[in-house]
């Protein structure tokens, strides 16, 4: 991949190319910047969209964006860790509260089985 222009460069080149004499055709610009006449296009139509001439995405919208989306990726994995966990916490929630069922249960069987010994020896 080629190694990106300077933002200053290109700025420089677009100007320039704005500011053009009339018979004076973007190829010949390029040209003489030494880049390729699409290249100098597109920086020309990113120029009018940042200056608010045409309609589009700016840089700046753009890079908050990239962002939004890498938030975005975090966020859904850490919601899917913390469903995860909450999915592991109910299973032992319900493992222990069996336990503890079936411990009161014979903590009461123990119980009746006193009160009964009791009341046969009385």
């Keep these: 991949m080629p190694v990106p222009y300077p933002q200053e460069f290109r700025d420089d080149v677009v100007r320039v190319a704005?500011?053009?004499?009339?018979?004076?055709t973007l190829a010949q610009m390029?040209?003489?910047?030494?880049?390729h006449e699409m290249t100098l296009s597109k920086w020309l139509r990113q120029a009018a969209v940042e200056d608010g001439e045409?309609?589009?995405?700016?840089?700046?919208?753009?890079?908050?964006?990239?962002?939004?989306k890498k938030r975005i990726r975090l966020l859904e994995q850490e919601n899917e860790v913390l469903r995860r966990a909450g999915h592991s916490i109910a299973v032992l929630f319900r493992f222990y509260?069996?336990?503890?069922?079936?411990s009161q249960e014979r903590s009461n069987e123990q119980i009746q089985r006193a009160l009964d010994?009791?009341?046969?020896?009385?």
């Excluded at 309609?55 to 990239?66: D, H, I, K, L, Q």
Aim: without cysteine; hydrophobic residues 30%; charged residues 40%.
């Design 30 to 35: 390029a040209k003489d910047f030494g880049v």
């Design 18 to 24: 704005r500011n053009r004499e009339k018979g004076v």
């Design 97 to 102: 509260a069996k336990a503890i069922h079936r």
């Design 117 to 122: 010994a009791a009341e046969h020896d009385a």
């Design 54 to 68: 045409e309609p589009g995405v700016t840089r700046s919208e753009s890079a908050e964006n990239r962002e939004l």
